[in-house]
């Protein structure tokens, strides 16, 4: 596995969470990094991406505003800081890693994928 999400848990509505991402066998420094968050019985869904240098940052409409995504090139971590936590930000958050230096909101432009972190906030 050369990527790893950690940091998802069972959180109130309104509470916080941040999502890491650690890279392990190989480097993603000069690669977008993105998050994705998969509900149950539901596609995958595009959350935030941020280029390589930390610029080009976009992100969905569900979460603009609420969640921030950052990173760490010296050490290939990416975060995920989750604010104001609602019942649909219940999934299963994946990081991944773009083709390209800069992101997506496309699966298909990405080529390393992490285990999925479970985040359920409760009502």
């Known amino acids: 596995v050369q990527l790893q999400a950690f940091g998802g848990g069972l959180v109130q509505t309104g509470g916080s969470l941040r999502l890491s991402c650690a890279a392990s066998t190989r480097r993603f420094s000069n690669n977008a990094m993105s998050w994705f968050r998969q509900a149950p019985g539901k596609e995958r869904e595009f959350v935030a991406t941020?280029?390589?240098?930390?610029?080009?940052?976009v992100y969905s409409d569900s979460v603009k505003g609420r969640f921030t995504i950052s990173r760490n090139r010296a050490n290939d971590t990416v975060w995920l800081q989750m604010n104001n936590l609602e019942p649909e930000d219940t999934a299963v958050y994946y990081c991944?890693?773009?083709?390209?230096?800069?992101?997506?909101?496309?699966?298909?432009?990405?080529?390393?994928w992490g285990r999925g972190t479970l985040v359920t906030v409760s009502s």
């Open positions: 941020i280029g390589w240098n930390g610029g080009y940052i």
């Open positions: 991944a890693a773009a083709r390209s230096s800069v992101g997506s909101r496309r699966t298909s432009d990405y080529t390393s």
